[in-house]
């Protein structure tokens, strides 16, 4: 029976995919999104609360009498709004903040794997410039330095030298570019990455599809770090013993070991993960979906994920999902600039001519226009029965989209088609 009410908390790419699927439930008769998007809006009504003002989504869900809020970004997680609501009395999926410190503490995601042999690089942590400094130039470069809170994906330098060590250091411990806190130094690990996401319920852990994200700015995995370029799925580079080992020895693991810790997860848990020469080892957790890759994963899924979702949320049983055995592939279009400084207000056009999946990152409504909003403004995502199928199905898509300062890369997949 079509009589749920849904609220979305957050407003990107990722949030709009999360829409599209409650969308296709047969549970689901309204879907609200805080604060949304423009392409959101289609599918949702938006909201104008922030993401992390708990109290106001709290109070918009008892006014609305919502049956289920599913929480979107990392942020909301990190001040508590799981605690909140499920204090009120209200179904959430998203994990408890002390759960959530798989994320937003990466000295405590460490201990954590440590303590219970789920393989990953060795670490130290440092509070102090000085100490951490003499550290770094006393070890073999290249250099993983990890700010150990929450920085919006850009808390990680990778310093090929003293002078890159040195200033990565100074920004993170003197001058608190992303407030105070440590700095986790870790050894340098090489090979494929890729991302495995799961929901989980304590300790039943039920797996998505992989898929595998794009950073750099540029083709040639050039350029900037960013919040991801596009993503796809079917990797080729990951046998069935790779695929158990993530499963078995990182993500049961890790939702076990966090039972054991008193701080159980009731929501995703993204492992972002290498195939290194050594077996396959965490690069770090994500406490939620991962952004671009819910982009592509979530198409796939055949259950109602508003099953998943409250029996979580109400601590039941969940059906083992269904997903479709067909791959995805998604190119992000981004502001010219990103992931530095941008412009926004640029009128897109050509959007009703695009025959795949458009999922809205950063857009706006002005004076019945669609504009720019954002860094990362489009995913397209398009499906086929192979990587090379789908990625040219996506490009033909994405040459339609009409906008004077958006660009995007046109290797998605690059890794995958070399194989």
């Not at 200033?167 to 495995?196: H, I, N, Y």
């Not at 969940?318 to 279009?333: H, S």
Request: aromatic share 8%; glycine share 10%; hydrophobic share 40%.
């Amino acid at each position: 029976m079509r009589d749920k009410k849904v609220l979305v908390v957050g407003g990107g790419g990722r949030e709009h995919a999360i829409v599209d699927a409650l969308s296709r439930s047969p549970q689901v008769a309204q879907i609200f999104c805080a604060p949304g998007n423009a392409g959101i809006a289609a599918q949702a009504t938006c909201v104008p609360i922030k993401d992390t003002d708990v109290e106001g989504l709290k109070a918009f869900a008892l006014e609305n009498a919502v049956d289920l809020t599913v929480v979107g970004p990392e942020a909301a997680l990190a001040v508590g709004i799981v605690d909140a609501f499920r204090a009120a009395g209200l179904p959430i999926f998203g994990h408890s903040k002390a759960a959530t410190r798989i994320e937003s503490s990466k000295e405590f995601a460490k201990q954590i794997m440590e303590k219970y042999g789920v393989p990953t690089a060795a670490y130290k942590s440092f509070s102090d410039f000085d100490e951490a400094l003499a550290y770094v130039n006393g070890r073999p470069f290249p250099a993983v330095l990890k700010y150990d809170g929450l920085a919006a994906g850009k808390g990680v330098v990778i310093a090929q030298d003293a002078a890159e060590a040195e200033a990565a250091l100074r920004s993170m411990l003197l001058d608190a570019s992303f407030g105070q806190g440590k700095v986790v130094v870790e050894d340098f690990l090489t090979g494929p990455e890729f991302s495995f996401m799961c929901f989980v319920n304590g300790r039943d852990v039920y797996p998505m599809p992989l898929s595998q994200d794009h950073k750099r700015a540029f083709d040639a995995d050039k350029g900037p770090n960013t919040g991801g370029m596009g993503a796809y799925t079917g990797l080729p580079f990951i046998d069935d013993k790779d695929w158990k080992d993530a499963y078995e020895g990182i993500l049961r693991r890790t939702a076990e070991a966090m039972c054991q810790e008193g701080c159980p997860l009731s929501g995703v848990l993204y492992g972002g993960l290498m195939k290194t020469p050594q077996g396959v080892k965490v690069i770090e957790f994500n406490a939620r979906f991962g952004d671009p890759e819910t982009e592509v994963v979530l198409p796939l899924l055949q259950s109602d994920i508003y099953e998943i979702f409250a029996g979580i949320a109400l601590d039941r049983p969940v059906p083992q999902p269904q997903w479709a055995d067909y791959v995805t592939l998604g190119v992000v279009l981004a502001s010219k600039g990103y992931p530095g400084h941008y412009d926004k207000g640029f009128p897109i056009r050509g959007l009703n001519g695009v025959d795949a999946r458009l999922y809205h990152m950063g857009t706006a409504r002005r004076e019945n226009e669609l504009v720019t909003a954002g860094g990362r403004v489009l995913m397209v995502v398009a499906k086929g029965a192979d990587i090379r199928e789908a990625r040219e199905k996506v490009y033909a898509e994405v040459a339609k989209i009409d906008c004077d300062n958006l660009f995007y890369r046109k290797d998605i997949a690059h890794i995958a088609l070399e194989q």
